[in-house]
């Protein structure tokens, strides 16, 4: 990995991380907090593809895991795997690996509307999927309980992913972090 990738990957772990400032605490709907951290989670998957994106998420969780306090709340150890939003965090990378595939498979005709609907199916469905699951689980709720009590961050989700589409589109055209060719291999040189 060059020194730009490990800078934009590291941006956005950064950029993840003060997502997390945003914190609305659902305490009488649900355990998980209202965050602004799977925003970050589509950008990395668009900006960065899908090696760096989920890379990027990968190297947020193991620096979660060490105690690094990137959660909201300053919430980080271990600790957070074994609570309700444990599963929640743990699907990051899967999401913006999967968003950052679907970008670089349609790279030569990117458009908002297909970026904005690879952050529903990654940042939304996968997300949900994961999280939701691993609350049930955890928590000994049923799993449709849990989907009715996480409807509440729908509205907020899908504005996130549309906001993210829009940058994501508007950033890869003036500035592409990284460039991809029409066979969608990686293109390491700086952009002119």
């Known amino acids: 990995m060059n020194a730009r990738n490990v800078v934009v990957t590291a941006m956005m772990i950064a950029l993840t991380a003060a997502l997390g ?3 609305i605490p659902m305490p009488f709907f649900n355990e998980v907090p209202i965050t602004g951290q799977s925003f970050g989670v589509m950008l990395a998957g668009a900006l960065l593809g899908a090696r760096l994106g989920g890379l990027s998420m990968l190297v947020f969780i193991a620096l979660v895991a060490v105690g690094a306090p990137l959660l909201s709340g300053g919430a980080g150890g271990l600790a957070v795997f074994a609570s309700a939003r444990g599963g929640w965090v743990l699907s990051f990378p899967l999401a913006a690996f999967l968003i950052g595939y679907l970008v670089e498979r349609s790279w030569m005709s990117l458009k908002t509307w297909k970026v904005f609907s690879y952050n529903i199916l990654g940042g939304i469905v ?5 999280g939701m699951a691993y609350q049930a689980a955890l928590t ?7 989907a009715v009590k996480s ?11 549309f906001v993210a589409a829009i940058i994501a589109v508007r950033l890869r055209h003036v500035y592409p972090l990284i460039r991809w060719s029409n066979q969608n291999k990686l293109d390491e040189s700086v952009p002119q």
Not at 140 to 146: D, K, M, N
Not at 151 to 161: A, E, T, V
């Open 21 to 23: 400032l945003v914190k």
């Open 140 to 146: 000994g709720v049923p799993f449709a309980a849990v």
């Open 126 to 130: 996968l997300i949900y999927l994961v």
């Open 151 to 161: 409807m509440i961050f729908l509205p907020g989700d899908l504005l996130k992913s």
